[in-house]
Every structure is written in C-alpha cells, then in structure tokens.
C-alpha cells in the first residue's frame, strides 16, 4: 500500500529532538510511573501477551468515559495511531466517498487517499473561528458519502464544535446515512463549560469515538488508544485488529487503568498547566503585531498567522537555527502562512520573548 508522507511525523523526527524549546509538541509534561498509585503486585505480574482485547478493568475504565457505552462497544488499541488505522481499515473500500474536516490529524485523509478512496477535504476557515460552517457542510456531504472524519477539540487550532453544533452534524449524517469518525484524543480538554464535550459514540448510532492516554491523560509513553463504536462495527474492527495487534503490552494495560482510575488527579494538574498556558499566550498575543491567532477553547495547540513574507518552514527552520525554538510549520497540516504551537509546553513564557525578539529583529516593519 503506498501511503503520503506524513509530513508532521517527518517534521518533528527531523526537528524536536534537537529544540531548546520546544513549542512543536501536542503533549501536556508526560507523567513518571511514579506519579502514579500503582500496586507493588504489578512487579509480579507475567509478561504474557494479556487480555487480547484490553483487560476487562481497563475497559471499564474506558467505558466511564462515555454515558453510553459498554465493554463489547470499545476496542483497546495501539494509540489513538493504531485506532484511526483500524477504523479506516475496517470499514473503507476503494471507491468509497470520505469527507474530512481540516487542518487535522493527516491520517484522516492520506490512509482513506492510501486505499483508493475520494477524498474530499472541508477546510475550516478562521473567520468561523476555525469551526465547521453547517450549510457548507450539508453541500459537501450527499447520499454517496460513506465516512465523514473530524477532531474535536481539534488539532492544531484549539477549536472545540459546541455540542448544539454536533447534534446538527449528526443530524447532517443521519439524513445521508454516513459514519461519523469523531478523533477525540483531547476530548476532556474543554477550556470552558464541562471540560468533556458530548462523545460522537454516544449521540449517534453510527458514531465512532477514538481515545487515547497521550493527551487528555499525559501518558503517550503508554501507547494506548480505543476504539468505541456500534458492536457490529467493533466485531468487524477486532477481526482487522487480530492481523495487526495481537494485544496491547500488559504494562500498558495495567497503567492506562490505574490512570482512568484516578483521572481527576491528572486532570487537576493538567488543567493548571493548561489554564497558564493560555494566559501566557494571551498576554504575549496582546504585545504582538507580527503575529495573531485565535485562542484555544481546549486541547493543546493553536495555530498562529506570522505576517511576514516567508513560507512556513524557512521560517521554523530559521528561527530553531537562531533561538532553539521550535514550532511546527502549518504547511504540514496544509495551513501555509500559520504555525503551530503548543501551549502547554514547557518554559513557553521564555520561548514566546525569543520568538518575539528574534522577528521583531528579523522582520522588523517600519
Ligand atoms: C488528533 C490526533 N489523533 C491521533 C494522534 C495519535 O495519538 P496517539 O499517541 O494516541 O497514537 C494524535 C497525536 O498527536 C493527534 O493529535
């Protein structure tokens, strides 16, 4: 199967490593095992291949999650990677129509392209404060579409749809009779109102919702994600899965549980960080005309517009070479003139003045 460069993948395996700050990364500071309570039994466990389908604890801890959901709904996979693979693999065919709301994840568009699929792309624009236009939405999608992707809260512009404006997606997809893929790996990460949007599983018969522990749970090491979904779908997806999983590692299984268990200790540190985070955006924002963006509503990015005549990747690549400071160059996510930057990174106060200074010296206006 050829298969696109994934340009975000290629970008930050050249880059990241290499960054004194690095502003590229979608992660909030991974936790250690040691932040965990884990139970000293986990030293004894053997390192058998495990429950093949996901333990049943972690499964329930999953199922928590969702108001609507049951162990035989959900599918423990490798990261919310493995995941996405999985439903496109599962439930795609050559020929068939897919719709697919970006910037986003590209695995939502160049894995259904990678299979002979028509893919067609709906762009989110800024002056709908990145958000899907619902009238465009019902042009795009018709009888003929199979499969509509969307990342809600969305990466890498921060926005989060409003759960009126999911019903009306749904209700745009019930009439076609199409599958939703709703990529939820920062669902959990609302900035205001309930912090967990309404699940696309859970309000929608043929809703698929994928999870994961790297980002709402700051476990990325554990490579964990999930599947929940309509039990037929989820048999077919396990099928598919047995070619290409046998299980998830038993170390992974076991953390990932204990982490759901005690969520809401994460999420309190995760929020502080979060909450920061957009402050000190906020505030450098307000002292800039090089630079603008919308700010974030929830997960962990926002993509910001330079004003500057240069393309996106001289620009990052620059910049890193002058002041150690990466971002992630929008081109990747096919948003040329915008880069990306994660707000929950660490020293961002110290990263954003270095950014600043060096283009108000570089790209100085008169
Ligand atoms: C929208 C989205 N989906 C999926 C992934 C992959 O997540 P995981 O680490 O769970 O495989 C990412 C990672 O950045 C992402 O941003």
């Known amino acids: 199967m050829k298969i696109a460069q994934f340009k975000v993948e290629e970008w930050m395996n050249k880059y990241e490593a290499s960054a ?111 958000l899907p236009d619902i009238e465009e939405l019902n042009k795009i999608i018709t009888p003929k579409t199979k499969l509509l992707c969307l990342n809600n809260p969305n990466n890498p512009t921060g926005s989060v749809i409003p759960n009126n404006m999911l019903f009306e997606i749904v ?103 979060l909450r920061n985070g957009e402050k000190v955006l906020r505030n450098w924002l307000a002292k800039q005309n090089q630079f603008s963006c919308i700010l974030p509503k929830g997960g962990t990015t926002v993509l910001v517009k330079y004003n500057f005549n240069i393309s996106s990747k001289e620009f990052c690549k620059n910049l890193q070479k002058a002041t150690g400071a990466a971002l992630l160059p929008g081109e990747t996510m096919e948003m040329e003139g915008f880069v990306r930057l994660g707000y929950c990174s660490d020293n961002l106060e110290i990263a954003l003045d270095k950014i600043s200074d060096y283009t108000n010296k570089q790209y100085h206006i008169s």
């Open 20 to 130: 004194k700050y690095d502003l590229t990364s979608t992660c909030i500071s991974p936790l250690s095992i040691n932040e965990l309570p884990f139970e000293d039994s986990i030293f004894q466990k053997k390192l058998t291949y495990g429950d093949i389908e996901g333990s049943l604890r972690l499964k329930n801890a999953i199922k928590n999650l969702y108001t609507n959901q049951e162990e035989n709904n959900i599918t423990v996979t490798h990261g919310a990677i493995g995941a996405n693979q999985l439903v496109f693999l599962s439930l795609l065919e050559k020929g068939d129509e897919v719709v697919s709301i970006v910037p986003t994840y590209q695995q939502h568009y160049s894995i259904p392209e990678s299979l002979g699929c028509n893919v067609k792309l709906y762009f989110l624009k800024e002056e709908n404060n990145w």
């Open 171 to 273: 209700k745009i997809a019930e009439k076609n009779n199409i599958w939703i893929l709703s990529d939820e790996v920062y669902r959990g990460l609302n900035l205001y109102g309930s912090p967990y949007s309404e699940s696309i599983a859970d309000i929608y018969e043929k809703g698929i919702s994928v999870g994961s522990m790297s980002k709402t749970y700051s476990l990325p090491g554990l490579r964990v994600g999930w599947i929940a979904g309509r039990v037929d779908l989820i048999n077919e997806i396990n099928h598919q899965r047995q070619y290409n999983t046998i299980s998830i590692s038993i170390l992974d299984d076991y953390f990932s549980a204990i982490a759901l268990e005690n969520k809401e200790i994460i999420e309190k540190r995760n929020f502080e960080i």
